[in-house]
């Protein structure tokens, strides 16, 4: 945070997040996108959606690039409005629990993060596809959103191939990532 009268850097797009979000987390977060224009659609931005799932806020986090998906159910407002601490969290979670280093899609909590408007709607059409999914594999596998396994619900998101990304699993792109072969 700068002070009064101190002038704050503005750094570079290679040391921003860019979060994409949807206008019903945008409202829920109560602010909007960045003054200005938003930032050019770029594969290293972030998308947001805000769901609903036995009552229960959830959010849903996918990379543009190769569509590497979290889900998280039971997020409260006051989670989403520390959105850089919660996103950097819950990809730091996801890539551990995927045995993938931290700095896979960059240092995340060392760059500012920026709120703007979705721009991909190939992105936004699979994580409505993700959304449906998230919901039937709660429902089916126990019954309730409390009880299902999110660790099972977010590597079955990352092994599901999607027409967008040239029908390869999420988790294989972020895989190349580490070898350069993008």
């Known amino acids: 945070m700068s002070s009064a009268g101190e002038q704050r850097e503005v750094r570079g797009y290679d040391h921003l997040v860019i979060l994409r979000c949807t206008e019903k987390l945008l409202r829920l977060l109560g602010t909007g996108p960045a003054v200005g224009p938003d930032p050019a659609p770029d594969v290293e931005d972030w998308y947001a959606n805000l769901l609903w799932s036995g009552g229960r806020k959830c959010l849903l986090l996918t990379h543009a690039g190769t569509l590497f998906s979290i889900f998280e159910p039971g997020?409260?407002?006051a989670d989403l409005r520390d959105t850089h601490y919660?996103?950097?969290?819950?990809?730091?979670?996801e890539l551990a629990r995927e045995g993938l280093p931290a700095a896979t899609f960059g240092e995340l909590g060392e760059q500012e993060l920026v709120v703007a408007r979705t721009a991909d709607r190939s992105v936004l059409g699979c994580m409505n596809d993700m959304a449906v999914r998230c919901e039937r594999a709660s429902m089916t596998t126990s019954g309730s959103l409390?009880?299902?396994d999110l660790a099972d619900i977010n590597q079955a998101l990352r092994r599901n191939i999607n027409s967008a990304r040239g029908y390869q699993q999420p988790i294989d792109l972020a895989r190349q990532r580490l070898t350069g072969q993008n």
């Not at 919660?86 to 979670?93: D, E, H, Q």
């Open 75 to 77: 997020v409260r407002a």
């Open 86 to 93: 919660l996103v950097t969290r819950l990809a730091g979670r």
């Open 146 to 148: 409390g009880q299902a």
